[in-house]
């Protein structure tokens, strides 16, 4: 198993985080991965991207053109990684973000309206992990519980009381991803 994923949108909604935690999992449960952000100097706000590989065998390179999964969380990034798909991917994509949709055909395409589900809940800073949720239902390449425990290292001690509901964030990404209409 190998999973090359580009995480791409505005500073502040969680990109780097969540590829952190992704790729802090990964490593807890013995696998292979890379984590490299890359974002400008205004970071909230400008655009962000980080690109994870977690693997079951040696990854021989982070630098990547082509990516499996691409979450994109603004229309900028659509714009910029939409066509870096490999043929047979998958985009997930927040409504909230996005007034042009994907139209590629040759991919699987994904809806989450997270950022929805995230004022639902009361919490727009779960956002980035029921977006998550979303993509680890799709592709389960690292176990919530592992998530979990790459909260625990990741989070000052000080919020370690908001992982649960983390947890429940996840597994709403989980129920509300949905394939593009």
């Not at 590989?53 to 229309?75: H, K, M, W």
């Not at 004022?119 to 799709?138: P, R, S, W």
Request: proline content about 6%; overall charge neutral.
């Amino acid at each position: 198993m190998k999973e090359e994923i580009i995480i791409s949108g505005f500073g502040g909604q969680g990109v780097l985080s969540m590829g952190k935690i992704l790729a802090y999992s990964g490593l807890m449960e013995g696998k292979e991965v890379t984590w490299m952000p890359a974002y400008g100097p205004e970071q909230r706000g400008g655009t962000a991207n980080v690109t994870v590989i977690v693997s079951d065998e040696r990854i021989s390179s982070p630098i990547l053109s082509r990516y499996d999964t691409a979450i994109i969380l603004n229309q900028p990034s659509l714009e910029k990684f939409e066509n870096k798909i490999k043929p047979g991917g998958t985009l997930i994509y927040d409504g909230y973000g996005i007034f042009a949709p994907p139209t590629r055909k040759d991919i699987h395409v994904y809806r989450i309206d997270a950022m929805d589900a995230a004022a639902e809940m009361n919490n727009t800073k779960a956002f980035n992990m029921i977006v998550l949720g979303g993509l680890l239902k799709l592709h389960p390449i690292v176990l919530i519980e592992s998530v979990l425990k790459g909260l625990r290292k990741t989070l000052p001690e000080r919020h370690h009381h908001l992982i649960p509901m983390n947890e429940a964030a996840i597994r709403k990404g989980m129920e509300i991803i949905h394939p593009q209409e």
